[in-house]
């Protein structure tokens, strides 16, 4: 059974930071890029961080670059999200999602986590 199994949100105040980790099985976890979405209420769901299935790339939304990390332990078959100086407009549902063989996880990922919540407040 193919799962992604997203965990580490949580509230934290304006400026703090949270790791999210995304625990992948059932698939061949070095063939698929893994990428971070996150859907605000009542807004469109956004890309905000993506590593490549060689796991040599990395891509940031302008929004969070210089803030937030994307990395990959490929033995534990887990993608984690640093995010540091979070700010209120960051609160949000992140997930992460699976594309094989990308340089990005797209909109059109195979397969996509549950989501975990994400609350800045200021």
């Known amino acids: 059974e193919v799962q992604l199994v997203e965990s580490g949100g949580g509230l934290v105040q304006a400026g703090g930071s949270l790791r999210l980790s995304c625990a992948a099985s059932?698939?061949?976890?070095?063939?698929?890029?893994i990428g971070w979405f996150r859907q605000a209420p009542g807004k469109e769901r956004e890309g905000v961080s993506c590593?490549?299935?060689?796991?040599?790339?990395?891509y940031y939304a302008d929004f969070v670059k210089g803030r937030f990390t994307i990395s990959s332990d490929n033995p534990k078959n887990t993608v984690y999200l640093q995010m540091n100086s979070l700010k209120p407009e960051d609160t949000a549902v992140y997930y992460c999602?699976?594309?094989?063989?990308?340089?990005?996880?797209?909109?059109?990922?195979?397969?996509w986590g549950q989501g975990t919540q994400v609350t800045v407040s200021s």
């Open positions: 059932g698939f061949t976890f070095d063939d698929y890029a």
């Open positions: 590593i490549s299935s060689s796991r040599g790339s990395t």
């Open positions: 999602a699976a594309e094989a063989r990308g340089l990005c996880a797209t909109a059109d990922s195979d397969y």
